[in-house]
Nanobody, 124 residues
Framework: QVQLVESGGGLVQAGGSLRLSCAASERTFSSYSMGWFRQAPGKEREFVAAISMRVGISVYEDSVKGRFTISRDNAKDTVYLQMNSLKPEDTAVYYC?????????????????WGQGTQVTVSS
């Protein structure tokens, strides 16, 4: 059973930056992708960004393009989310997810494993 451990959340003022990390406990799949989703209070969980761990192809939700950057370290089975120019509407619990297929997807139903989430709060 793969475990995903997130870190890096916290409280930041609007315009600030945070970097989230997510490490997988083991490499179960020969090719896989990892993604970030978020869930604000009272809202459904939504896609943020995802990346193919082997080739580095990435996809983003429109509202974070140009502000967030997803990257990976294959040697460490770790994915990162650098979040810049944060806005109060970015406040949410951020979840890391792993998909046992090479190509990143925006649909959360495509993901096989999930982390427990890390809180990101952006104050105005």
């Amino acid at each position: 059973q793969v475990q995903l451990v997130e870190s890096g959340g916290g409280l930041v003022q609007a315009g600030g930056s945070l970097r989230l990390s997510c490490a997988a406990s083991e490499r179960t799949f020969s090719s896989y992708s990892m993604g970030w989703f978020r869930q604000a209070p009272g809202k459904e969980r939504e896609f943020v960004a995802a990346i193919s761990m082997r080739v580095g192809i990435s996809v983003y939700e429109d509202s974070v393009k140009g502000r967030f950057t997803i990257s990976r370290d294959n040697a460490k089975d770790t994915v990162y989310l650098q979040m810049n120019s944060l806005k109060p509407e970015d406040t949410a619990v951020y979840y890391c997810a792993l998909r046992g297929s090479a190509w990143p997807q925006k649909d959360l139903r495509e993901y096989d494993y999930w982390g427990q989430g890390t809180q990101v709060t952006v104050s105005s």
